[in-house]
């Protein structure tokens, strides 16, 4: 037991390094693939009739009068937690500006320069002005809320139809459900759904569900102020949740299937047990491992798909505030936001492959 200690302490260290090595990767091709986008941020901050000298402050304010390699190493020291910055001379590009940072100083390094630990600067919006931290922190959480609803549709309700399709294998059952999910939970994309489920279900059959098209989770009441319509949520969680919703499915009920044909089973089943304990408490505790695992990585993958979902059902996320930066050729709330994005993905695949390598040595070795 000492000996594996330190193995695991090796083994999160290396993840932890190989998460950062993945993130490092993501924000060095965003910066790049951005800079080849056409466009003059100065024109579109302040319009076809800006003078050459208003062009020329603009470029120097963001620093884009600069060499690409600089304006490379400066994304980079924004957007680190811990970065170095001049206390000193407010004209230089890694000024420690107030109006930026937050920080709290660390090293004074010499006369001019210091390194701190600030909140990472994603830029500011070139057509609200406002930093897209702001924006981000806003629209992140309906965002996480509508992942996370949808999320747990798909969970429940997959475990739920995978379980019974593996239980009546090859029936009518199984069968129709097998169809279903690939019709409508493999073959069309989230955007066809988004159409589908709000034409149907937010304009022809309005008068039974009660539900509207369109709407986000906080809406404005003339007399109430500002609360909370979580039937806003139903359709546009739904939409989203298709798609893992038939991944969840096929993925229980082969893997089910798979853990009810060892010897195990087999041995519960001759001692007399009721075939439900055998499926409840023997094998489908085996058979989720793979599930949790899919889980996991869907629910990253939902923050950054919900893109098309909230702009179908006018739900106030990330997703459909990424769709108007992009119609506004708004580009730092687009870097921004995907940041955000490759972070989630990062933090929630390690921390499921360093759980995974703790509770199963087998994982660390390979």
Known sequence: MPEAKPKVIKYIINKFFYGLLVLFGVITTIFFLFKLQPGDPATIILGQRATEEARAAIHRDLGLDRPLLEQYLNYLNDLSPVSVHSTVNS????????????????????????????????????ITKRPVSDIIGETLPETAVLAFSAMLIATVLGIFLGVLTAVKKNSFFDRSVFVLATVFGMSAPSFLVGLIVAWLFGYILSSYTGLHPSGSLFELDVWEGEKMKLSNLILPAITLGVRPLSIVIQLTRSSLLDVLSQDYIRTAKAK?????????????????????????GWFAGLMAGAVFVEKIFSWKGIGNEVVEALNNN?????????????????????????????????????
Not at 334 to 361: E, K, Q, R, W
């Open 91 to 126: 004209k230089s590009i890694w000024y420690l500006n107030p109006q930026k940072y937050s920080w709290l100083p660390l090293i004074k390094l010499g006369q001019t320069k210091c390194l701190v630990l600030k909140t990472p600067y994603l830029r500011r919006s070139y």
């Open 272 to 296: 007399g047990l009721s075939f439900a304990k055998v499926v409840s408490k023997h094998a489908l505790r085996n058979a989720l491992n793979p599930v949790v695992t899919a889980i996991s």
């Open 330 to 366: 708004d580009l730092p709330v687009v870097m921004g936001a995907t940041t955000i994005f490759a972070v989630i993905f990062v933090i929630i695949n390690s921390v499921v492959d360093i759980i995974y390598g703790v509770l199963d040595p087998r994982v660390r070795i390979k």
